[in-house]
Nanobody
C-alpha cells in the first residue's frame, strides 16, 4: 500500500504563513497526481490544490494567489505553502495521492489519503 504522512500544521494568526509537507512511503511503483484537500467542521472535504507528476497545478479559487503547491518526485513529497492565511482557511488538511504500488509481482492502483493535519487561523 501507499502511506501518506502530513506535517506542518498548527496555529497561526490571520495574515501569517504555514508550510505543510506530506511524504509518501511503501512499495511505490509510481505516483501520479498529488494534492491537498481540507475539511472544516460541518463542511464537506474540498480540493485546495493538486499537482501532476509533470508539475501542472490547479487551485481552488479561494486560495489562488495565496497558496502554492509543489512536489519533489525523488523524495516522494508534496508541499503546500500557505501565505496570507485567513480564519476561513481553518480546517483539517489532508494529503492525497493517486499511485501504483507493488506486492510481489502484482501491481495495484489506488487513491490514498493521509491522516490529516489541523490548521487553525485566528482573527
Amino acid at each position: 500500500q501507499v502511506q501518506l504522512v502530513e506535517s506542518g500544521g498548527g496555529w497561526v494568526q490571520a495574515g501569517g504563513s504555514l508550510r505543510l509537507s506530506c511524504v509518501a512511503s511503501g512499495n511505490i511503483f509510481s505516483i501520479n497526481d498529488m494534492g491537498w484537500y481540507r475539511q472544516a467542521p460541518g463542511n464537506q472535504r474540498e480540493l485546495v490544490a493538486r499537482i501532476t507528476s509533470g508539475g501542472s497545478t490547479n487551485y481552488a479559487d479561494s486560495v489562488k494567489g495565496r497558496f502554492t503547491i509543489s512536489r519533489d518526485n525523488a523524495k516522494k513529497m508534496v508541499y503546500l505553502q500557505m501565505n496570507s492565511l485567513k480564519p476561513e482557511d481553518t480546517a483539517v488538511y489532508y494529503c492525497n495521492a493517486v499511485g501504483i504500488y507493488y506486492s510481489g509481482r502484482n501491481y495495484y492502483g489506488g487513491d490514498y489519503w493521509g491522516q490529516g493535519t489541523q490548521v487553525t487561523v485566528s482573527s
